[in-house]
């Protein structure tokens, strides 16, 4: 049976607090600035560290001046930045390598949710999903549309590909409202 220190680490991923130590300052360093839920949910995620030991490592980087916390997430310091270059080659590639990957994917999802916003509301028996895309130098939206899903599945899938795919939607969608009318399609003189 696993234990609270190693449980949810598959076979290849760090029980070592020290070496999970130098993955995080490997980490910061090549993905940096790096919030800790981004780095949490990409290790978690790929099974690499245990909870406890991920968030008793990020402390330990703060009080050992490895690492040090930003508005902007987790930045690497002159010493974690030698950690990192002297160390990080004595962790396995592999562990590296899907880390890296693993917070890039996270970082760029969390950069399209800022983009691409959409919300769930359920109306009766169905659900409304809101797909938002704003305009900050406008203050106002420069994309809305509401779409009406049967189920929680369906909503919740629509909103996780308008957040992924949001700006293709949208600028797809734009091409095909402003591509000239074919004869066929032109409205009869006086119908509008």
């Not at 130098?22 to 949490?40: D, F, H, S, W």
């Not at 004595?90 to 890296?100: M, W």
């Not at 049967?150 to 996780?160: G, K, M, S």
Request: proline share 3%; glycine share 6%.
């Amino acid at each position: 049976m696993a234990d609270a220190f190693t449980g949810g680490v598959k076979l290849g991923g760090l029980t070592d607090s020290t070496e999970i130590r130098i993955l995080l300052c490997y980490l910061i360093k090549t993905a940096g600035p790096v919030t800790r839920e981004a780095m949490q949910g990409a290790l978690l995620q790929e099974e690499l560290v245990n909870y406890f030991e991920f968030a008793n490592a990020l402390s330990e980087l703060e009080s050992q001046d490895l690492a040090a916390q930003t508005s902007k997430g987790y930045v690497i310091t002159k010493k974690g930045a030698i950690v990192a270059d002297t160390l990080s080659e004595d962790l396995p590639r592999s562990v590296r390598e899907n880390a890296i990957l693993a917070v890039i994917r996270i970082q760029s999802w969390v950069h399209k949710a800022a983009q691409n916003h959409a919300t769930i509301e359920k109306v009766g028996d169905h659900y409304q999903v809101t797909c938002v895309i704003g305009d900050e130098a406008q203050g106002a939206d420069a994309f809305r549309l509401q779409l009406t899903m049967p189920d929680i599945l369906t909503a919740e899938q629509v909103r996780n590909q308008f957040i992924a795919r949001g700006s293709a939607i949208y600028a797809n969608l734009l091409t095909s409202l402003t591509r000239p009318l074919s004869d066929a399609d032109r409205p009869p003189e006086g119908a509008i």
